[in-house]
């Protein structure tokens, strides 16, 4: 029989162990274990992701209650007290006895016996006291400290954000980043199988699945309750697509027409490109193109589901320029690679990956795709630069510098948002704040080719 907690601390292990937190290991192992009970493969994402969300206020509670701080522990101890910790805080439907007593046997079979009186202590120790525990004060040192454990957020991200949103506006996103999250799908119009919001909610519902309109696009639904959504109703047969929000609002300040062509270069997996051609379906045509073969293989997955044969798709490096795709593009879409400081609620992976260095890194990339492929757009035609990153230098300071060296210039947005978002528009961009609208962190920027 298959022991649930002896697949996480596995994960956790391998993760510790890496340094590097792979996004797939978590699915991966889900898709091995796929013959487990719901209710099994739920309790394995929910404390794996947990540990991985938490980590740092996990480890702030391990050492205020274990003479042995988390960083000198054996590998497979320090992943079990993680996991078990994460339990006894954060999982009310655990009883914390069985968090404690699963772990001391795992710790027994695992030849750490003389480690079990040391697990069971401070486990049960934290149990007595979880709510008399002493965090970091919010008025001491800016309540950067205070921030960085209760949130489990790096120190310079917060540092970053509190210098440029303030404390209350950090910490509400901080907050945001925590919290469940629905999948958001939007779903498709004018396509044969498409049918109207109503309907697809009302399929949904039946299936069990909990269902809410997004309050800014009618077209966006927000469910609950899906076990797997690839087997609820209507999305073999293309109804919907897996999409957020912001996501959507690209295409909305884009606004391509029938007949237009669209290029998006970083088109992976194909969100904004199935948009896009919805929207110039039949007679418009978007090329996508994205580095690899596995990238190109989910959008022709995305595009044969949904029925659009106005795809045309390519394996090609951004940085290098197409000389097909001169002058081809009424719409260029620049959704480019990102430090994803915006989605940290949904890949929580980014937050331990990334580093202050790579910041600049990253700049150089969008700044290197950028000058290859901006004049794919035709004179007159229209330039979207887009991120999932809330971070000024890939997103203001990179539309500034196209505007500055290369023929474009800004374009007015407001009367393409939604109404709640005219306000927050600038001077032809938008900067979302996690959590705001209840969205991810989004940059979408317009510009016209002079």
Request: proline content about 4%; charged content about 30%.
């Amino acid at each position: 029989m298959v022991n649930v907690r002896e697949i996480i601390l596995n994960i956790l292990i391998e993760y510790d162990r890496d340094g590097n937190r792979k996004p797939s290991l978590l699915k991966d192992t889900l898709e091995k274990y796929d013959y487990l009970e719901t209710r099994d493969k739920s309790f394995i994402k929910r404390v794996t992701e947990g540990c991985l969300e938490r980590n740092i206020q996990i480890d702030y509670i391990l050492d205020s209650f274990s003479k042995t701080p988390t960083s000198k522990m054996q590998p497979l101890i320090r992943s079990l007290m993680r996991m078990s910790c994460y339990q006894i805080m954060f999982m009310d439907s655990v009883p914390d006895s069985a968090a404690c007593n699963e772990a001391v046997k795992i710790a027994g079979k695992h030849k750490f016996t003389g480690l079990k009186g040391f697990v069971n202590g401070v486990l049960r120790n934290i149990s007595r006291n979880k709510d008399k525990i002493q965090y970091p004060d919010k008025a001491e040192e800016g309540g950067i400290r205070y921030l960085s454990v209760m949130y489990s957020m790096p120190e310079w991200l917060c540092e970053m954000w509190v210098a440029r949103y303030g404390f209350d506006k950090t910490e509400g996103m901080l907050k945001f980043f925590l919290d469940p999250r629905p999948t958001t799908v939007r779903v498709t119009k004018g396509l044969p199988q498409s049918k109207n919001v109503e309907e697809v909610v009302k399929e949904l519902t039946n299936a069990g699945i909990s269902v809410k309109v997004n309050s800014l696009l009618p077209y966006a639904l927000e469910l609950e309750k899906t076990d797997n959504i690839r087997y609820a109703p209507g999305f073999k047969e293309g109804e919907y697509i897996i999409q957020d929000v912001s996501s959507m609002l690209v295409m909305e300040i884009a606004a391509p027409l029938n007949r237009q062509i669209v290029v998006d270069v970083c088109a992976a997996p194909g969100g904004k490109s199935m948009h896009a051609a919805e929207l110039v379906f039949p007679d418009g045509k978007v090329f996508s193109r994205d580095v690899s073969e596995r990238k190109i293989e989910l959008i022709e997955e995305n595009a044969e589901r949904l029925g659009l044969s106005n795809i045309n798709t390519k394996v090609h490096d951004a940085r290098l320029h197409d000389e097909e795709l001169k002058n081809v593009a009424d719409v260029l879409l620049l959704d480019l690679p990102c430090s994803g400081l915006g989605i940290l609620g949904r890949k929580n992976d980014i937050k331990h990956n990334i580093k202050r260095q790579s910041l600049e890194e990253l700049s150089k990339l969008q700044w290197e795709i950028i000058k290859s492929s901006w004049d794919y757009v035709k004179v007159g035609g229209t330039l979207i630069y887009s991120t999932c990153t809330v971070n000024s230098q890939e997103n203001e300071e990179m539309v500034k510098k196209i505007c500055d060296e290369l023929p474009f210039q800004m374009v007015d947005i407001t009367d393409n948002l939604p109404e709640p978002l005219k306000k927050s528009a600038k001077n032809g961009y938008i900067q979302l704040i996690p959590g705001e609208f209840g969205t991810d962190g989004f940059f979408i920027a317009k510009m016209k080719r002079i």
